[in-house]
C-alpha cells in the first residue's frame, strides 16, 4: 500500500469573519470547530499517494492561474437537511468562480467523483444535534461577509496528525 495522505483545498474565510463563525462552531458543541478553519471547499478530503504532492503542487499553480482574484459574499443560513444534518453560511456572489476554480481543482490528478453534487458554502454546524442545528441556523440568519479571494489553500493532513496548510496559490496570473 503507498504512503497515503488526505489533502482538501478551500477558501479559507478570513478575520474578522473566521473568529465569529469558529465562535459559533464552537457554541453549537461542533467538534470540528478547532480543527478546520471557516471556508469554502473547492476539493473535499481525497486520498492520495505522498509521492504525487509535487505533481499535485503543480496542478493547483496551473487551476490558480486560470482565475481572477474575485469578491465573495457570504450572506445569511441554509440547511442540507434531511439529507445532512449541516447547517452553512450561503456564498451569495462569487458561486460561479467557486465553480470553475472547482471544476479546474478536480481534474487531472485530482479528478474524482463526488458523493453530492458541488455547492460552495461555509459549515458552521455538523456533527450536532437538531437543537443545535436550529441554534445555529436561526442565531447566524442574518450574518454577512464581503471579502476578495486572492487564492486558495492546500491542506494536508498525515494519519493522526492535524490537518495543515502546505501550500498556498495566488489566483490570476501574478
Not at 452553512?88 to 485530482?110: H, M, N, T, Y
Amino acid at each position: 500500500m503507498p504512503d497515503l495522505v488526505t489533502v482538501g483545498v478551500l477558501i479559507c474565510v478570513p478575520e474578522p469573519h473566521s473568529t465569529v463563525l469558529t465562535g459559533w462552531r464552537h457554541r453549537v458543541g461542533d467538534p470540528l470547530a478547532s480543527v478546520i478553519p471557516p471556508h469554502v471547499t473547492l476539493l473535499p478530503p481525497t486520498d492520495l499517494p505522498r509521492a504525487d504532492l509535487d505533481a499535485i503542487d503543480k496542478h493547483l499553480v496551473e487551476a490558480a492561474r486560470a482565475c481572477d482574484p474575485f469578491a465573495m459574499h457570504l450572506f445569511g443560513t441554509g440547511t442540507f437537511r434531511p439529507l445532512t444534518p449541516v447547517v452553512f453560511i450561503q456564498v451569495a456572489r462569487g458561486i460561479a468562480e467557486c465553480e470553475v476554480l472547482e471544476k479546474a481543482i478536480r481534474s487531472g490528478p485530482l479528478g474524482r467523483k463526488l458523493d453530492f453534487p458541488y455547492h460552495p458554502h461555509v459549515t458552521v454546524a455538523q456533527e450536532v444535534g437538531d437543537d443545535a442545528l436550529d441554534e445555529a441556523y436561526e442565531a447566524l440568519s442574518a450574518f454577512v461577509a464581503r471579502f476578495l479571494v486572492s487564492g486558495f489553500s492546500l491542506f494536508v493532513k498525515d494519519l493522526d496528525q492535524p490537518w495543515a496548510i502546505r501550500k498556498n496559490f495566488p489566483l490570476g496570473a501574478a
